[in-house]
């Protein structure tokens, strides 16, 4: 089946690093990069997706992505040549849905990663999934508990479902091993992002895992 090629906005912090971006991904049949005047502004059907290549987690970095939340844009991909534990997760928090170090991405990777977040994905190394969560799990320890916060707001199933999504299964393996039909592990998901107005698949997992909720 042909499907039409997702609309990307590149968003580089040099000139040299956009050109050689674009020059990469021009040629692929997937996707299709677009002006950003050229996307609706806040509009949940809208499957674009805004593909953001910086060396650091700075504050011209961090403007950017607020502007991007401000726009109710949904689904960003940041290409980081370094990123901290801290930064890490204020990246997922702000809305991030994929992360990939800049020395591996690879026009390949790229596409995978912008097809992945176009339908509601979100995607981390593993080793940065496991910082993230070691992360959390700290702060978890080292405020939550001690202020004896309880875990309430997600059901036994919801969490169980979470906690899969943060060990990077799909949705049909998901399913699979919960016998559940793949509508219902999406329903789910879609349930737990409403209620909490959450943004993404990842922001889903970093909000349960700030909040104690897994």
């Not at 040299?16 to 677009?34: H, M």
């Not at 690879?106 to 992945?116: D, M």
């Not at 919801?158 to 999406?186: D, F, H, P, W």
Request: proline share 4%; hydrophobic share 45%.
């Amino acid at each position: 089946m042909i499907t039409d090629p997702i609309p990307v906005v590149l968003h580089a912090m040099d000139v040299i690093t956009r050109a050689g971006v674009d020059a990469a991904l021009r040629t692929r049949a997937e996707i299709r990069l677009t002006a950003e005047d050229t996307l609706p502004v806040d509009d949940p059907t809208d499957r674009s997706v805004a593909l953001v290549v910086a060396e650091t987690w700075d504050s011209s970095t961090q403007a950017l992505f607020r502007r991007l939340q401000v726009q109710g844009r949904r689904r960003v991909v940041l290409v980081a040549g370094e990123i901290d534990n801290s930064q890490l997760l204020e990246a997922v928090g702000i809305g991030v849905a994929a992360v990939i170090r800049r020395a591996e991405a690879t026009p390949e990777t790229l596409v995978r990663l912008i097809e992945a977040t176009a339908a509601g994905d979100g995607t981390l190394p593993p080793d940065l999934l496991a910082r993230l969560l070691d992360r959390v799990s700290r702060l978890q320890r080292q405020v939550l508990n001690p202020r004896g916060w309880d875990l309430a707001g997600v059901s036994a199933r919801e969490a169980e479902v979470l906690r899969m999504v943060a060990e990077g299964m799909e949705t049909r393996e998901i399913a699979e091993q919960l016998c559940y039909s793949q509508r219902t592990v999406k329903g789910i998901l879609h349930d737990i992002t409403s209620r909490f107005q959450l943004r993404n698949r990842a922001h889903a997992v970093a909000f349960a895992l700030r909040e104690g909720l897994i």
